[in-house]
């Protein structure tokens, strides 16, 4: 699962493997180690929940929690939707968005980049 953040955005990209295991285990973790010790990790996880009647985000300690609705997960994984897509509040009337999407093959080949088991580019030609 790939994390990118910008100003107020999360946005997670997820391979095959990993929206089979969310729709199947009901979620998916990656860790970044960023320091010398073990503590010094940030952990992020996407959650399927059934109780969540919303996609939302929490931080709690050194853990970035997506949750999404277990439903609405299992919608988007059969179908062809790209993406799920939320803007929610967040504190001094600023709001976060947070967009969840199916990882596609890169169009050029990019070093650094495993593509294995990305979902099919729909843009590719061949």
């Known amino acids: 699962m790939k994390l990118r953040t910008r100003t107020n955005a999360i946005r997670l990209r997820l391979s095959q ?9 009901g979620r998916v973790e990656e860790r970044i180690f960023v320091g010398p010790g073990e503590d010094d990790v940030l952990v992020y996880r996407l959650v399927a929940k059934e109780s969540a009647s919303s996609v939302f985000a929490v931080l709690e300690g050194r853990t970035l929690i997506v949750s999404v609705p277990r439903g609405e997960a299992i919608a988007w994984a059969k179908g062809e939707d790209v993406g799920i897509a939320k803007d929610v509040p ?23 980049e495993d593509d294995t088991d990305a979902f099919p580019n729909p843009h590719e030609t061949c």
């Open 17 to 25: 493997g990993e929206v089979a295991r969310l729709t199947e285990e």
């Open 90 to 112: 967040a504190p001094g009337g600023r709001t976060l968005s947070i967009l969840i999407e199916k990882d596609f093959a890169c169009l050029k080949p990019r070093v650094g």
